[in-house]
T-cell receptor, first 114, second 114 residues
Framework: KAGVTQTPRYLIKTRGQQVTLSCSPISGHRSVSWYQQTPGQGLQFLFEYFSETQRNKGNFPGRFSGRQFSNSRSEMNVSTLELGDSALYLC?????????????FGEGSWLTVV | GQSLEQPSEVTAVEGAIVQINCTYQTSGFYGLSWYQQHDGGAPTFLSYNGLDGLEETGRFSSFLSRSDSYGYLLLQELQMKDSASYFCAVRDLLNAGNNRKLIWGLGTSLAVNP
């Protein structure tokens, strides 16, 4: 069974640009969540989608958005990039929303903003 | 507020036993999970405690005391490959709509020396 797939793995953007990251969850998983990870800050929750609906949202500005498609694939978008957005963006999938206790992470997308 | 506290760094030698503690303060509680993350890799699920007591999975064990809002991960017979970051996470009640969200600790960096 294929794991969680994230693309692209690495990318470099300049300030002010926008970026879209993609995530394909494990087959059969309908819940997808996104995290930002920076050194010393741990895993910061961005949002969670279930059946194309955003169920939970973290404390990030509106520049961060996401969506989920009918096949459970998800994308997140960051507009007007800032240097501080440089981070590892992790996608995770699980079979249940909220009550699911095991989530499976992808390898992440390393974003560098210059 | 919601918070999880765990030590930032732990150092041990091969063959030793190490315990990583996690104390939490959340409005609800629906289980404590542990994840391992090697440098440059994705977090992977290690263990889950929904009820008080000890859960054992090979060299790793996890313990939970809900009355003390406390848990720990115990790693025995340490190996060099155990050098990684370890995160505790608590499933908390997000809002009255019964949505639940994972709250994460900042991670403990474990260094295993020969």
């Amino acid at each position: 069974k294929a794991g969680v797939t994230q693309t692209p793995r690495y990318l470099i953007k300049t300030r002010g640009q926008q970026v879209t990251l993609s995530c394909s969850p494990i087959s059969g998983h309908r819940s997808v969540s996104w995290y930002q990870q920076t050194p010393g800050q741990g895993l910061q929750f961005l949002f969670e989608y279930f059946s194309e609906t955003q169920r939970n949202k973290g404390n990030f500005p509106g520049r961060f958005s996401g969506r989920q498609f009918s096949n459970s694939r998800s994308e997140m978008n960051v507009s007007t990039l800032e240097l501080g957005d440089s981070a590892l963006y992790l996608c995770a999938s699980s079979s249940l929303t909220g009550s699911g206790n095991t989530i499976y992470f992808g390898e992440g997308s390393w974003l560098t903003v210059v | 507020g919601q918070s999880l506290e765990q030590p930032s760094e732990v150092t041990a030698v091969e063959g030793a036993i190490v315990q990583i503690n996690c104390t939490y303060q959340t409005s609800g509680f629906y289980g404590l999970s542990w994840y391992q993350q090697h440098d440059g890799g994705a977090p992977t699920f290690l263990s889950y405690n929904g009820l008080d007591g000890l859960e054992e999975t090979g060299r790793f064990s996890s313990f939970l005391s809900r009355s003390d809002s406390y848990g720990y991960l115990l790693l025995q017979e340490l190996q060099m490959k155990d050098s990684a970051s370890y995160f505790c996470a608590v499933r908390d009640l997000l809002n009255a709509g019964n949505n639940r969200k994972l709250i994460w600790g900042l991670g403990t960096s474990l260094a295993v020396n020969p």
